[in-house]
């Protein structure tokens, strides 16, 4: 059986340089004893903020170094824990920094419930006074819209101290899926033995062996079954934590305590599961379509991931697949394009799997360092579109930090999306262009028309499963393995329709969804989806100067609300055209693919 590598065996080129965080862990060490000064100082400000805008300045401004440090500190204990989640020192790191967190949390938690008893006409004095808490501005305004929502100072206080156990059970489910499970070996195309991880599972579902296919499948949600009363149990307690939390915080419900960050209407949330649900026989007659092509009686689970069509697949390099990043983005303009070439060279990106590594992939790092990219990188064509996927989430955060301040130096997720969604389909876009061969062509459209399923349907319905398991527990119900296979069953039923076979081993999947442990989080992909279709199409019908609105956006962080800075890019995801306008993109390709066949 060909197993999975180790670290070391693993090229030093392929994997990521994080000196940009710490030169090594006694640089760590300095700087974990040095939040601990800090916050041991901070607390003289308790009491104060009002006295002068000076004093309010400073405090917002050793508030930001503290956890700026403390950000530091928590990226390099867990990217080097993701290397490999085996490893007892790094487990004890990203423990100790989480603990350390949680100390800082609470030495900080007198800070809200203080601003908020400030009148605003003194903070309107202060900031005339002070130029420097002008900075401060919008900040201050999403401080003051969560007033009703602010506790008291030992409230708060409490809650803070709590928080190291309030995200336990996220913790629990990425051990138990990333370090203890495993999913034995299956017999591939050739006939050889191969350990099943999470890292290749969808290669397997991708493949033209339906058995191979099916045998993938049926053995992942066998392992997930086994324990799935444990992960029912996770789950339900981390929903119940969402649930008391809002309550606690005297919002009406969980999906408003979420949404209320971003301050976005459940409206948006609402609209979007309506206009997707509104267009599911397009999915339906697209599902019946891919049945046909890949001549089957019944079109399995299974069966959903394997290309529509039969044309050479040759293995995708790394290289190979930086030169296609590179190609597909350069209507973004040079800056951009070298920026990110640069990134390449210079130890941005782990690349391929190792015994241990934190599956799947994602961009992450500090304001200080360099914007990392975790990959678990296959030589297929789907992880050029996830490298130029994260690519976008990490180019988002060299330009931000690069014109905001530390306190606007994040994204929304609301936002993030749409910056990793653009490259993508802007790749799909220049690969479908230079495709001279028609059966490229129609091969590339079923891509394209895949990203569309397994983004704006399949998180809408992660969506709709998200919002029938917080109702549930809102309403006092218990979140059995059986209630949440149940809803999640019906729920593939509703989405893929009643033509197709839905094997029963699909109802446990939401076992094995990490966004679930963090609520209300997987619409965003996609109503960030929908902004990145507009987006790009505007960039390729109007040039430069759409080009030149998107870097704009780019560079905003979060100096504003997220729906006000799409607004930036020409995207207003406050009403429904632009998820409307998405699904007639989908149809649209849906119908272009059916003339080609």
């Known amino acids: 059986m060909k197993k999975t590598k180790k670290r070391d065996e693993i090229s030093e080129r392929y994997k990521w340089r994080l000196e940009s965080l710490y030169p090594n862990d006694g640089a760590w060490e300095k ?33 930001d170094e503290l956890w700026r440090i403390t950000e530091r500190l928590y990226v390099y204990a867990r990217m080097r824990k993701d290397e490999d989640n085996r490893n007892s020192h790094y487990q004890a790191l990203l423990d100790r920094i989480q603990t350390l967190m949680a100390k800082v949390s609470a030495g900080l938690s007198f800070f809200v419930p203080e601003f908020i008893e400030i009148p605003e006409e003194k903070l309107a004095v202060f900031t005339s006074e002070e130029a420097g808490l002008k900075k401060y501005g919008h900040y201050i305004k999403a ?54 991880t999470h890292g290749n599972y969808i290669a397997f579902m991708e493949s033209k062996d339906r058995r ?23 789950y339900s307690y981390n929903t119940k934590n969402d649930v008391v939390s809002a309550r606690i915080r005297r919002y009406p419900s969980s999906i408003e305590a979420a949404l209320s960050g971003d301050n976005i209407a459940v409206s948006v949330y609402d609209s979007l599961i309506e206009a997707v649900n509104d267009r599911l026989g397009v999915l339906h007659r697209y599902l019946e379509l891919r049945r046909r092509v890949m001549k089957l009686d019944e079109l399995h689970m299974y069966d959903v991931y394997a ?8 293995a995708v390099s790394y290289d190979e697949a930086v030169a296609m990043m590179k190609r597909g983005l350069s209507v973004l303009g040079e800056e951009y394009v070298n920026t990110a070439a640069a990134g390449v060279e210079k130890g941005w990106i782990d690349v391929y799997e190792n015994e241990g590594k934190t599956s799947g992939a994602y961009s992450f790092g500090s304001y200080d360092s360099n914007p990392y990219i975790l990959m678990n990188y296959s030589n297929k064509l789907k992880d050029v579109f996830t490298l130029v996927h994260e690519m976008g989430h990490s180019m988002h955060s060299w330009y931000t930090r690069r014109n905001q301040p530390f306190v606007y130096g994040g994204h929304s997720i609301f936002t993030a999306e749409v910056a990793s969604t ?62 949440l296979s149940e809803d999640y069953y019906m729920l593939n039923r509703k989405y893929f329709g009643d033509n197709m076979s839905i094997d029963e081993d699909i109802a446990i999947e939401w076992a094995r969804i990490p966004h679930f442990y963090r609520a209300f989080y997987v619409y965003k992909y996609a109503t960030g ?3 990145a279709s507009a987006i790009s199409k505007g960039i390729l019908e109007n040039g430069t100067a759409a080009a030149e609105a998107y870097i704009s956006f780019l560079k905003t962080g979060e100096s504003d609300d997220p729906i006000e800075l799409l607004k930036i890019a020409g995207v207003d995801m406050s009403r429904p055209e632009p998820v409307l306008r998405a699904m007639d993109t989908f149809e649209g390709l849906v119908n272009e693919l059916e003339r080609l066949i």
């Open 143 to 196: 401080l003051l819209r969560e007033k009703a929502h602010v506790l008291s100072r030992p409230e708060e206080n409490l809650i803070a101290q709590l928080s190291e156990v309030t995200s336990a059970t996220g913790d629990i489910f990425g051990m138990i899926n990333n370090a203890d499970m495993k999913f034995g070996g299956i017999t591939d195309e050739a006939g050889d033995e191969m350990e099943l």
């Open 307 to 314: 290309p529509l069509f039969d044309i050479k697949q040759d």
């Open 422 to 483: 653009v490259n993508e389909s802007l790749l799909m876009q220049r690969l479908i262009a230079e495709a001279d061969d028609p059966e490229r062509k129609k091969y590339l459209l079923g891509m394209h028309i895949e990203e569309f399923r397994t983004t704006l349907f399949r998180q809408t319905m992660f969506a709709e499963f998200e919002k029938l398991t917080h109702e549930a527990v809102e309403r006092g119900e218990a979140l059995t393995a059986d209630k």
């Open 212 to 234: 191979v296919r099916k045998d993938a499948f049926t053995q992942m949600y066998d392992a997930y079954a086994a324990i799935r009363n444990t992960l029912a149990a996770t």
């Open 31 to 63: 700087d974990f004893i040095e939040v601990g000064r800090i916050l041991e100082l901070y607390g003289a400000y308790s009491g104060r903020l009002s006295e002068s805008a000076g004093v309010l300045l400073e405090a917002l401004e050793r508030k």
């Open 529 to 531: 989806y929908s902004a």
